[in-house]
């Protein structure tokens, strides 16, 4: 039998339906098999991310017209992934066996092996563990989108500067010669100053939006405010950036995003909704600003891919704090 015909199989985290952490199980499935674009990637990490947990749970009940409307159509979650080149499909050329890559994958990344469009895979950053690697692709190359147009002496606010997206924000910012500002809880303070954030606000004690200070650039990533609240606190020609999560169950973000391009039409601020997507240029550039040392992934947790429903399941139950990882252990 062709060995590219023969079933071979994979330990994977699985879910059936939609739900919280007891929809995941952890079990064997089919390995696949690369497309003629792909790369077929031997997973060495992934991470947790909040379009994850969108997937998981179906909600907001938006994310199902992608997902699936009644259940998941990728029955293995996970997007951010590290790890080696397995085999690559016959339309690859710039990519091999064994190098060391990191990729978003559309999903299937809380597995053994995960393939992935070539075009959506590059070399992982020379200094980075595989684990740091696998924070990457969707956090930080968010963040990039976030501190797009941040010029050296603006004023910058991460509201929500202790997550994942978050941190890598204020590191972004910082980089490009910002005077950056983080809010977070008041446990997250050393933190979020330890990324590099030259001032941290603890949303608990003092509201930003009625300091008085004012900020050339708001990047909002919890959406725990109104609109009227942030333009309160940008210059007369600031921008707020918005990719928080939102609290809708069908919409989510959805209609504070519409709200605030309506807004956007009758003031001279800039409120623009953050849509990230990948690319392989965005990855080359996390990888440049990495090798750099201008990026630092804040890891706080490590779970074996078995406990990844454990892991998912921390997270829904407190607010996230830089990264959660899920490492998959080498085939012996």
């Known amino acids: 039998m062709d060995a590219r015909t023969e079933t071979r199989t994979m330990q994977a985290i699985t879910q059936r339906a939609y739900g919280t952490s007891e929809v995941l199980t952890f079990g064997t499935v ?4 690369p497309k003629a674009d792909e790369v077929l990637i031997r997973v060495r990490a992934s ?37 080696v080149v397995e085999e690559v499909g016959a339309n690859v050329t710039d990519l091999r066996p064994g190098d060391e890559v990191f990729a978003e994958a559309v999903a299937g990344a809380w597995a053994q092996y ?38 050296s002496g603006q004023k ?30 008041g446990r997250n303070v050393e933190l979020v100053r330890g990324v590099g954030a030259d ?28 609109l009227t609240a942030y333009r309160r606190a940008l210059t007369p020609h600031g921008t707020l950036h918005l990719s928080g999560s939102g609290s809708g169950r069908v919409i989510g973000p959805m209609a504070r995003l519409v709200q605030a391009l309506v ?3 009758f003031v001279g601020q ?18 440049e600003l990495a090798e750099a040392g201008s990026l630092t992934p804040a890891i706080e947790r490590t779970y074996p891919l078995s406990d990844a429903p454990e892991a998912l399941r921390r997270q829904m139950a407190e607010h996230a704090r830089g990264k959660t990882v899920i490492t998959v252990a080498e085939e012996r």
């Open 156 to 185: 910058v606010l991460v509201n929500g500067a202790s997550g994942g997206v978050g941190t890598f924000a204020v590191q972004l910012a910082t980089a490009l010669g910002a005077e950056v500002t983080g809010v977070c809880s």
């Open 199 to 226: 001032h941290v606000i603890d949303y608990e004690r003092t509201d930003f939006t009625s300091s008085g200070a004012r900020y050339d650039l708001i990047i909002d990533l919890v959406s725990n405010r109104n």
């Open 270 to 287: 800039h409120l623009k909704p953050v849509f990230a997507t990948a690319s392989r240029a965005k990855l080359d550039r996390l990888r």
């Open 263 to 265: 807004v956007n039409l």
């Open 47 to 83: 991470s947790l991310n909040f379009a994850d947990k969108a997937m998981i749970t179906g909600r907001p009940s938006l994310v199902r017209a992608v997902s699936g409307l009644r259940r998941p159509k990728h029955p293995v979650p996970g997007k951010d992934v590290a790890g």
């Open 114 to 151: 995960v393939s992935v469009p070539a075009k959506l895979v590059a070399p992982k950053p020379a200094n980075l563990t595989f684990e740091q690697a696998a924070t990457l692709p969707l956090a930080a190359g968010t963040a990039l989108d976030c501190v797009a147009g941040v010029r």
């Open 30 to 33: 089919p390995r696949p098999v």
